[in-house]
């Protein structure tokens, strides 16, 4: 980012990437441990750092057991590894992070795409089903648009014909829910035993890895998949921080209120400048412009306006005329005035 600007995109939605409790916890983690894990959980890698980590994500997700891994990424590759010469079919939401199309090719699944975020074309799909029981798999949150899945539904449907059900839940895990658990509180839905959750500890928790949560059973499945177990786990500094920043993702529910009052905020000015977004529930704004060459002049606008919103093909996102920018829960006062003023005075 060039110096100078204040980031209004990244995936930092509650400011912790450089609260200083984290960046105590990596430094005294890498004085005890050193800064790198080495290896895989099984072959060294783990500290008691992990451990506790792992058990109070457990704990706090309440899905019964989770997995840490080295990337978020990682994420769809061990999940549907599970899977491999199941027979399974897996129906996801045609636009789902490309981590989970790459596990789900990997695993030579069949793959049944319905209509971005239209559980009535799952439904159609669903009652033309047989086979084992599939897989029904979509993101909590669309990470450039800024959607909301219809999870409630989705898991609705999943249940009626026996389903697994896989939800990424990147964007949303910390950012959303009045306590943090992401997406899935959001959209009330109970913990299940057919229900796995991905999520990262790169994006709201401000640290880096990820985790896959859910039935006893399948994680310890996943904590044995080539994947997971073929790759090192979060440094031990990282699993420290990781650790803090659970904390106070709990302990500090006044972040999520900041978050969501500054994004009706910078919401209320695009649409008094007539500029869409795409989605309301989310701290992601996927500002709608005329084409990517007017997305990418309002990206140089805010630019010169001391904000960050950089303007790119984003790897999951098929519409071009997009800008991702992002709300945090950190902003002054003075950095919202900046963006409204910015937007105020975007072309038309
Ligand atoms: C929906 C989604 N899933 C997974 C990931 C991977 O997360 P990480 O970068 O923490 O590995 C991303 C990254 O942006 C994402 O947007």
């Not at 839940?169 to 035993?193: K, M």
Request: a neutral charge; proline letters at 5%.
């Amino acid at each position: 980012m060039t110096p100078g600007l204040t980031p209004f995109a990244g995936n930092d939605y509650l400011g912790l990437a450089r609260d200083p409790r984290l960046a105590e916890a990596c430094s005294r983690a890498a004085t005890t441990h050193g800064i790198s894990s080495t290896s895989s959980r099984w072959a060294l890698g783990w500290t008691a750092l992990h451990q506790e980590l792992e058990e109070s994500i457990a704990n706090f997700t309440g899905l019964g057991a989770a997995c840490i891994t080295g990337a978020a990424y990682f994420g769809g590759a061990v999940y549907y590894s599970l899977f491999a010469g199941s027979g399974r079919t897996v129906y996801c939401d045609a636009m789902v992070h490309s981590n989970q199309y790459l596990g789900m090719r990997a695993a030579g699944l069949e793959i049944r795409p319905f209509r971005h975020l239209d559980v009535v074309d799952l439904r159609r799909q669903l009652a033309a089903h047989s086979g084992p029981p599939p897989i029904i798999a979509s993101d909590g949150v669309y990470g450039i648009s800024g959607e909301l899945a219809p999870l409630a539904e989705l898991a609705a449907a999943a249940r009626a014909v026996g389903a697994e059900f896989f939800v990424d839940d990147a964007h949303g895990f910390g950012a959303l829910g009045a306590s943090g658990r992401g997406s899935v509180e959001l959209c009330g839905l109970a913990p299940d035993s057919t229900l796995t959750v991905l999520c990262s500890m790169s994006k709201a928790m401000g640290c880096g890895g990820g985790f896959l949560a859910g039935r006893l059973e399948l994680i310890e499945r996943c904590r044995r998949s080539p994947t997971a177990s073929g790759s090192a786990i979060p440094p031990p500094p990282i699993a420290a921080a990781c650790r803090a920043s659970l904390h106070i993702l709990r302990s500090e529910p006044e972040r999520r209120v900041r978050l969501q009052a500054n994004a009706r905020r910078m919401r209320q000015a695009l649409a008094g400048r007539g500029i869409a977004v795409v989605s309301e529930a989310t701290p992601i704004l996927g500002m709608v412009f005329a084409d990517e060459h007017a997305a990418a002049a309002a990206s140089r606008h805010f630019a010169a306006h001391a904000i960050a919103i950089p303007y790119f093909k984003y790897a999951s996102e098929p519409r071009e005329n997009l800008l991702r920018g992002i709300a945090k829960a950190d902003y002054t006062e003075a950095d919202l005035q900046r963006f409204e003023n910015a937007v105020l005075s975007l072309p038309a």
